[in-house]
């Protein structure tokens, strides 16, 4: 008879208390040596739940928080009473009694409101991973078991670095098959947002980015809508006036992006719509801290309070989908004429793609909804790491020598025939690629990334495991980026960690490592056959982004650098980050 993991997770940590004795001596000490703590990256509160951040992420009446915060306290306790018996674990004790445990499992804790919110999963997902990875992942290439309330094995399986290069293998073999997406979808909580499971289960919205967005012909093409987009955008949002102004940081490069992103979305004039980009906006926003929320919630209860947790995210889904739908129908009528007349945009180009799969495919309001899910991808994932990458840069010590070097760059590679129009130029931006990825490297967006789940079979994942379905697997990516192992002086934003060498081209040494390139130590963009296919789109926009705003722009950071917050397994940005600009002369 199956028990429950938790319980396997707390015996186990028993059986293994004097085996591991020595071990654990030795980790701490490691400890010290390693420091790939996350700590000093964020907020010093971040054990807690930062209210003023949040209530800028939401933007609810506070009525509604005391809703939340009313519902989060009875469905922990829920939780902690019903000892997660509630869930329906498929998965094998036997492996879960193999696994140490990082912390203390939450069924160990006493019942009491505060310790349950000291040390609850909810809000202590970076130390609980950072305790495991030095404990086990990097002193003794073992996994260890992650309690969370997300999945109802009530933990997951975080594998060590070592085992990497499965990402390598396909997906599915002679004996066993998993997946990625499910551990996607379930990560923002599409399911309770979005009613059509064919949207997020057959993605034929990403097979038009792999089919639009990725060589270098696709980029040549994508360059100069961009550039011109971005021109725009930042004289309408930013402004033209050479006096200083304060402004939010995050909304003011969050709009930039949306704009240039949803150029290439829909096309003129619906991505300059106010009204329309504020919707993406407030939608972006409330899909991922409603799906952070609806994850802290236990499975015994989210079935109730996950849909009214995602109701404000179905509010701007419904208003977003409601704008687009009479577009989707003329540029449908208008293929069905001429299949190759249009506009050379993604709309466009998925028209084709989905009315191979049938008429069903053709359906307006489905193509809308494929459309809103590539807001996540396509717009909030590329504003959050251009956003933070401009805080790096202004928090850092070394900000005035980064600027100038940067500036000196985009003047040289612009003053090149079609400038920064043209991708060929756009490449050439080695510095400002190595501040984007240095960037990615240090303000991840989640703890733990790369989602495995096993469909059918077992896989041999080391150490004498072998894990079939029920378990879901994920790496420490967050600890990764950090550990000293794999970068010099990790806590430290070095903009130029990963052009340095390359300066001078007689003695660069090794081959360059750029924003796209994917390694076992550079893993924002996933690794493996699921890389993300739409990275080098992405990554041009930045860059465009980034070099006309050195151009046109002086920035300085309005009080100390950007300080983030954990929610679950995900990084809640600095939202509040204050910026002071001019443009320049």
Known sequence: MLQDPLRCLGKARLLRKYQTKDEDNKATKQKDRAQCSYSVLLDPVNSSLNLYSINYIIMTPWAQYLFFFTVLGIGLAVWRLLGAKASACQSSPKVWIKLDVAGDTFAQKMVSFKTIIRSCPITSVPQLVNDGYLKFNQTLGRPFALPTPWVRSGALMVLPPSQIPLLLRPDKTSEAEWINLHGLV????????????????????????????????????????????????????????????????????????ARSSQRILFGLPLCRDEYLLETSRQYATALLVGGAIINCIPLAVRWLLGPLVALRAKYYQARFVKILVPVVEERVRL???????????????????????????????????????????????????FAHCVFDILGSPDCSDILEGLEDE???????????????????????????????????????????????????????????????????????????????????????????QFENAKEAIGERELTVTTTPTFLPFSYGRHACPGRWFAVQV???????????????????????????NIMVPAVNTQIRIKRKD
């Not at 982004?545 to 679950?568: F, I, N, Q, S, T």
């Open 186 to 257: 379930e990560n923002i909580q599409l399911p309770y947002v979005v009613g059509d499971p064919d949207v997020y289960l057959n993605v034929l919205q990403f097979e038009v980015v792999r089919r639009k967005m990725q060589s270098s012909r696709d980029m040549s093409r994508l360059a100069p809508t961009t550039a011109e987009e971005l021109g725009e955008a930042f004289k309408d949002i930013w402004g033209v006036k050479k006096e200083w102004k304060t402004i939010n940081g995050w909304e003011a490069c969050g709009r930039v992006i």
């Open 335 to 385: 293929w069905e004429a001429d299949k190759n007349a249009g506009p050379d945009d993604f709309l466009q180009w998925m028209i084709p793609i989905v009315a191979r799969e049938g008429s069903s495919q053709l359906e307006p309001h489905r193509i809308a909804l494929r459309l809103v899910s590539l807001l996540i991808p396509l717009v909030y994932a590329i504003c959050f790491v």
């Open 410 to 500: 985009c003047r040289r590679v612009s003053s090149r025939q079609s400038g920064l129009a043209a991708s060929e130029n756009v490449n050439a931006l080695f510095r400002i690629d190595s501040a984007l990825r240095e960037s990615m490297r240090m303000s991840g967006v989640s703890v733990t990334n790369l989602f495995r789940d096993v469909v059918t079979g077992e896989i041999d994942v080391g150490n004498g495991l072998r894990v079939g379905p029920g378990v879901r697997m994920t790496f420490p990516t967050q600890n990764i980026h950090l550990d000293p192992d794999n970068y010099e002086n990790p806590l430290r934003y070095d903009a130029f960690r990963f052009s340095r």
């Open 542 to 568: 930045m860059k465009q982004a980034l070099a006309y705003l050195v151009l046109h722009y002086d920035v300085e950071l309005v009080g100390g650098p950007a300080k983030r917050m954990a929610l679950g």
